[in-house]
């Protein structure tokens, strides 16, 4: 992706930084490149220290604009650090997110690190029923530039689209992910599985498409060993249909209108009722399904397929409830099915609208 002079490795073997490494997919990631003969030494980056043996660890916050003085041996920096729960304040999320992802680019430009990968979501290429499935890596990014987590990817994308002209010889690939499953995963696909009633828009048809935490580290270690340009779409091959993941998942779907079903999360959200904007349930009821194309070409193959990964989504979820993303109780969650799921939304928000004007 990048133009102007090339930077020079500074050894044969590079020295390897990997960013969000004391959890999830970065812990995972570090771990994998600390065996590998080809890379010199892995530093791990994190808020705090980890428990990943054989890297060298620098705690440090990756918003830090010192943080180019902790890179200075660095060739390569993976930014793994990227927060996602629907229970994360909209502004304090994307100042994570995007002044994250800017701060690893400018200090990895400052301190001549090579390359920089960025990981982000297949979700910038949006949820829609007119969606190609599987999307080709280099589709257009359709989704919605708002406060969803989606619009943090997006912002993240144009710091890497940007770079070549804002930071000559650095080159920054971008890695999209499907919807990820793991330990400890927590985002708006995953509490969709927490509800009593699986959503579905009046009309559409989806698909199911899942990345497990480490399939993902493993492309990354083979994005970075062997050099792979981007953008590299990674999930599990192919898709589920409704009915597959309705009888995987042992729950029922209500099926109801498009206007409806976004009209009524929109306003809830407004009332601060549900964590997440109405655009994030489209990634729920249309598919938005990628393909896997180049880490194909390269070799890769993922260990989990999409029922595999989606039994993962189950045990993990187990015991939990939500309803349109946010967590409730057992008792609340079992009532707010189908319809009633609905007639229960209007009802709150009718409420709340009484209380308010009594006070009045």
């Known amino acids: 992706m990048a133009t102007g002079k090339v930077r020079p490795r500074r050894s044969k073997a590079p020295v390897v930084a990997v960013t969000g490494a004391a959890t999830g997919a970065g812990r995972l ?13 892995v530093v791990a980056i994190d808020g705090q220290r980890g428990d990943v043996p054989d890297v060298t660890w620098r705690v440090v916050d990756i918003r830090d604009p010192l ?50 990968v960025l990981v982000t979501s297949a979700m910038v290429y949006g949820a829609g029923p007119g969606n190609e499935v599987p999307l080709l890596e280099d589709a257009p990014l359709l989704a919605e530039a708002n406060e969803s987590i989606a619009g943090d990817f997006l912002e993240m994308e144009d710091l890497a689209a940007n770079a070549p002209v804002t930071h000559p010889g650095l080159e920054v690939t971008v890695v999209r992910p499907a919807a990820l499953v793991g330990p400890g995963i927590d985002t708006v696909v995953t509490r969709h599985f927490e509800s009593p009633r699986l959503l579905s828009v ?13 399939d993902l580290a493993a492309a990354l270690e083979l994005v970075v060993v062997e ?119 209007i009802g709150a928000a009718a409420a709340i609208r009484r209380a308010r004007k009594r006070r009045r």
């Open 67 to 116: 943080l180019s003085n902790r890179l200075s041996d660095v060739d390569v920096i993976v930014n793994l650090d990227v927060e996602q729960s629907p229970e994360a304040d909209p502004r304090e999320r994307r100042t994570h997110n995007v002044r994250g992802a800017q701060t690893v680019v400018t200090a990895a430009a400052a301190a001549r690190v090579r390359r920089v």
């Open 202 to 214: 009046k009309g559409c048809t989806t698909g199911w498409q899942f990345c497990h935490v480490e």
């Open 227 to 345: 050099d792979l340009p981007g953008p590299l779409g990674v999930g599990c091959d192919g898709w589920l249909g409704s009915d597959e993941v309705n009888e995987i998942a042992g729950k029922r779907s209500f099926e109801l209108p498009a206007a409806l079903t976004f009209g009524m999360a929109q306003r809830l959200h407004r009332l601060g009722m549900t964590p997440a904007p109405a655009t994030d349930l489209h990634y729920v009821a249309y598919p938005w399904v990628v393909d896997c194309a180049r880490l194909r070409a390269a070799g890769w193959k993922p260990g989990y397929d999409n029922a595999t990964a989606l039994r993962v989504v189950m045990e993990e979820t187990a015991g939990r409830h939500a309803v349109v993303g946010r967590r409730v109780g057992g008792k609340e969650a079992t009532m707010a099915t189908a319809a009633g799921a609905t007639v229960a939304a």
């Open 29 to 41: 990631l570090a771990a994998r490149l600390a065996e590998r003969e080809e890379i010199r030494k």
